[in-house]
């Protein structure tokens, strides 16, 4: 089954010629079926291209899903033009009475910032304290991760000597857990933040799992033992060139970051990218997709707190 979203958003077109299956608004309402209800929250400077970027990876599960798209009402977007706010973007005020089964938060560029510093902060800790009670799953995103981990588990963020940036190693501790279903043993998967949650940390709170973790032992992927929190602290949702359009703009910013990690072929800046993360960015939100599917109670309202 498709992913259904409004006829006008900008990414339907991108979405059509890649062959994501679709459902346009105008068909879905012919049709006498309860879509799955997400929310996703889009924290990223752009929200068109982190939205087409969600879309298409969560365009792989057999679900209809319906999208609701959320931005922060305090802090105002300046690299997304405001009538597409307007159009396709509501606040958690406009929808903080209803229930979702499903709420993705996605990351930002704040990994140097303390959370009490992030202009948002209040509203977004009230997000997360709303999702307990009506959201069944929660999928959240590197610093959304690292947020969501501090907020609801305690867990402080360590700042690295210098950004990790560029496509790593992970290894699936458990190929046959619902959500890493269909995983091989090793696989890639792109990372970019100035920070990292420790191993200790995680292993100290029997609440926590560690689903995949790089060569290091840096985690990558983290759910809670109710199986309705997801912490992904990497970025498989990435199309191939987003970690080039990154390390260029921090160049440009005057930063001088190092060469993003096993991404250029030959290490050449001027090269391009290959993707050799795309099959496990369609199982990781397809499994997602689907135990949210399988736990989520038809009527929203009988959604139990976590």
Same mark, same amino acid.
Request: glycine share 4%; net charge negative; aromatic share 8%.
């Given at each position: 089954?498709?992913?259904?979203?409004?006829?006008?958003?900008?990414?339907?077109?991108?979405?059509?010629?890649?062959?994501?299956?679709?459902?346009?608004?105008?068909?879905?309402?012919?049709? $006498?079926?309860?879509?799955?209800?997400? @929310?996703? +929250?889009? !924290?990223?400077?752009? %929200?068109?291209? =982190?939205?087409?970027?969600? *879309?298409?990876?969560?365009?792989?599960?057999?679900?209809?899903?319906?999208?609701?798209?959320?931005?922060?009402?305090?802090?105002?977007?300046?690299?997304?033009?405001?009538?597409?706010?307007?159009?396709?973007?509501?606040?958690?005020?406009?929808?903080?009475?209803?229930?979702? $089964?499903?709420?993705?938060?996605?990351? @930002?560029? +704040?990994? !140097?910032?303390?959370? %009490?510093?992030? =202009?948002?902060?209040?509203? *977004?800790?009230?997000?997360?304290?709303?999702?307990?009670?009506?959201?069944?799953?929660?999928?959240?995103?590197?610093?959304?991760?690292?947020?969501?981990?501090?907020?609801?588990?305690?867990?402080?963020?360590?700042?690295?000597?210098?950004?990790?940036?560029?496509?790593?190693?992970?290894?699936?501790?458990?190929?046959?857990?619902? +959500?890493?279903?269909?995983?091989?043993?090793?696989?890639?998967?792109?990372?970019?933040?100035?920070?990292?949650?420790?191993?200790?940390?995680?292993?100290?709170?029997?609440?926590?799992?560690?689903?995949?973790?790089?060569?290091?032992?840096?985690?990558?992927?983290?759910?809670?033992?109710?199986?309705?929190?997801?912490?992904?602290?990497?970025?498989?949702?990435?199309?191939?060139?987003?970690?080039?359009?990154?390390?260029?703009?921090?160049?440009?910013?005057?930063?001088?970051?190092?060469?993003?990690?096993?991404?250029?072929?030959?290490?050449?800046?001027?090269?391009?990218?290959?993707?050799?993360?795309?099959?496990?960015?369609?199982?990781?939100?397809?499994?997602?997709?689907?135990?949210?599917?399988?736990?989520?109670?038809?009527?929203?309202?009988?959604?139990?707190?976590?």
């Amino acid at each position: 089954m498709p992913i259904k979203i409004p006829n006008s958003l900008p990414a339907v077109q991108t979405l059509k010629k890649e062959r994501v299956p679709l459902i346009l608004e105008s068909r879905a309402l012919k049709q $006498d079926i309860r879509p799955l209800q997400i @929310a996703i +929250l889009n !924290l990223m400077p752009d %929200k068109i291209k =982190t939205e087409t970027q969600l *879309l298409r990876a969560m365009g792989a599960s057999p679900l209809q899903i319906e999208i609701t798209l959320l931005h922060t009402s305090t802090h105002q977007s300046k690299n997304t033009p405001e009538d597409h706010l307007s159009s396709f973007y509501a606040t958690h005020d406009d929808v903080k009475d209803k229930r979702f $089964d499903g709420l993705i938060v996605t990351g @930002a560029p +704040l990994g !140097l910032v303390d959370y %009490k510093d992030v =202009t948002y902060w209040d509203e *977004l800790a009230t997000i997360m304290d709303w999702s307990r009670r009506h959201v069944y799953g929660s999928f959240y995103i590197c610093w959304g991760a690292l947020a969501a981990l501090y907020h609801f588990h305690g867990i402080e963020k360590t700042v690295l000597d210098s950004k990790k940036m560029g496509v790593f190693l992970c290894h699936a501790r458990d190929v046959f857990d619902p +959500l890493t279903m269909g995983f091989d043993d090793l696989f890639h998967t792109p990372i970019a933040r100035h920070t990292a949650i420790a191993r200790k940390d995680i292993l100290h709170r029997p609440a926590l799992d560690i689903l995949a973790e790089t060569e290091d032992g840096d985690p990558c992927l983290l759910q809670d033992t109710s199986l309705r929190h997801v912490y992904a602290l990497s970025h498989l949702e990435y199309d191939a060139e987003t970690l080039k359009n990154e390390y260029e703009r921090n160049i440009a910013e005057g930063i001088n970051p190092d060469l993003p990690e096993n991404y250029f072929p030959g290490d050449n800046p001027a090269a391009t990218p290959r993707m050799t993360w795309r099959a496990h960015r369609s199982l990781l939100f397809r499994n997602w997709v689907d135990t949210i599917y399988q736990g989520t109670p038809f009527n929203l309202d009988e959604i139990e707190p976590v």
